[in-house]
């Protein structure tokens, strides 16, 4: 039997020799809940594979065929945009990145952070906390409507709450690091956040690895 795997694609990671292995260990401990949930339902594991550029994410996706025929694929993308309610997520990224959907896909095969990983980081102080340790400011974060939040805001919040840290400002290239402390729960408070662990356990649940 062949051994199947759930595979999401992630944009963005750092540069650096270990960027590939740091990325994908930290969105693998975040994620390790669904790891779990997939070993359940017959699966090998739950792997990250990081798309890199946001355009390089998608065209991974859109071919992952060719290399893992087998497995069962999605995509993790920021929607760099507001996201209406019931709006469909291929519909945000045709009009932002004009992506189109893959014949075989649907609306469960792609997850958005809305509008970015950083509105994720936000939810968890106690882990920008532990990262950045001390002389964090954070009386200047926003921790309320999130998802409503412009990514000029929050990356100005994100900067001027690191700025005097050891490890600040803060920079996007961080922020693998950082998901790997944060609670998935407090994503989970997010609409989009919870999307991602309830759909995606849907999909696998209907899905499962005889």
């Given at each position: 039997m062949v051994?199947?795997?759930?595979?999401?694609?992630?944009?963005?990671?750092?540069?650096?020799?270990?960027?590939?292995?740091?990325?994908?260990?930290?969105?693998?401990?975040?994620?390790?809940?669904?790891?779990?949930?997939?070993?359940?339902?017959?699966?090998?594991?739950?792997?990250?594979?990081?798309g890199k550029a946001r355009g390089n994410a998608f065209h991974l996706f859109v071919k992952h065929k060719a290399v893992w025929p087998n497995d069962l694929v999605v995509l993790l993308a920021d929607s760099e945009t507001a996201v209406?309610?019931?709006?469909?997520?291929?519909?945000?990224?045709?009009?932002?990145?004009?992506?189109?959907?893959?014949?075989?896909?649907?609306?469960?095969?792609?997850?958005?952070?809305?509008h970015f990983v950083e509105t994720w980081l936000l939810t968890d102080q106690?882990?920008?906390k532990q990262f950045f340790k001390e002389r964090l400011n954070l009386n200047v974060l926003p921790t309320s409507?999130?998802?409503n939040r412009s990514k000029t805001e929050i990356e100005k919040a994100l900067k001027q709450a690191t700025k005097d840290t050891k490890k600040g400002p803060y920079t996007h290239g961080q922020a693998h690091e950082i998901i790997e402390l944060v609670n998935p729960d407090n994503v989970k408070t997010l609409r989009h956040g919870n999307r991602l662990f309830t759909t995606l356990r849907e999909l696998i649940e209907e899905n499962p690895v005889r």
């Open positions: 051994k199947r795997h759930v595979r999401v694609y992630i944009e963005g990671g750092a540069k650096g020799k270990t960027a590939d292995s740091d990325f994908r260990r930290g969105w693998k401990k975040f994620l390790s809940e669904i790891h779990e949930f997939a070993r359940q339902h017959g699966y090998r594991s739950l792997e990250v594979v990081r209406p309610n019931n709006a469909s997520v291929w519909k945000i990224v045709a009009d932002q990145d004009k992506w189109q959907k893959p014949a075989w896909a649907t609306d469960r095969h792609l997850y958005l952070m809305v106690d882990a920008l409507n999130l998802e």
